[in-house]
């Protein structure tokens, strides 16, 4: 059994922004609610996989852990496989802009259930939509303030030009993976990941 469900929003800024709120892993569990840590175990220009814990749905004390790998298919999809309590799943996550100057987001999951999973069925089907407008309420404060800062000139791990009247921006913003990080960024932690002895604890 397959459970399908779409999203869609519009959204004044450009799916540059958007693509970098996606794909900034450092925010996960500082700007969202549900993520306890988020381990990024290898990450590349298209691809990257990671291992991430976040709180159970109505029981807050208790989390779980599973593995994700995200997929950056071309310029307007991206698509996330992951394995919560061992149910597949898979989301795709589409832009297109428009002329107007929004862009328009469409979001698709699918959960594969099978075998005694199916009676999550009516759970998960509950839990995706109010986690979905979650997760977008979250994350719409970052991306309209990372479209107005750009606008105004600003980079990365440089700040905005130290002139006013320079504070414009005058090309297109780009967008290249992996975004960079800040040196021993939690993001990259994982312990498999450290040059460790075996004698070492």
Avoid: C
């Amino acid at each position: 059994m397959i459970l399908h469900k779409k999203f869609k929003y519009d959204i004044s800024v450009s799916k540059e922004v958007i693509w970098w709120n996606y794909w900034d892993h450092e925010h996960l569990d500082i700007v969202h609610s549900g993520y306890k840590s988020a381990d990024i175990i290898y990450e590349n220009e298209k691809v990257y996989l990671g291992y991430f814990t976040v709180k159970a749905p109505f029981v807050p004390f208790l989390s779980f852990s599973f593995p994700i790998m995200g997929v950056y298919e071309n310029e307007n999809t991206y698509v996330v496989h992951s394995f919560q309590y061992s149910i597949p799943s898979k989301f795709t996550f589409t832009t297109k802009e428009k002329d107007n100057g929004q862009t328009e987001i469409e979001m698709d999951y699918k959960f594969h259930l099978k075998g005694l999973k199916i009676f999550f069925y009516p759970f998960i089907n509950f839990f995706i939509k109010k986690w979905n407008h979650k997760v977008w309420k979250e994350d719409l404060p970052l991306k309209k303030r990372r479209q107005m800062v750009l606008d105004l000139g600003f980079k990365d791990f440089h700040g905005l030009p130290d002139q006013i009247k320079d504070r414009v921006r005058k090309d297109k913003i780009q967008f290249k993976l992996p975004i960079p990080r800040p040196r021993k960024s939690p993001r990259d932690q994982y312990i498999l990941n450290k040059n460790i002895s075996n004698f070492e604890k």
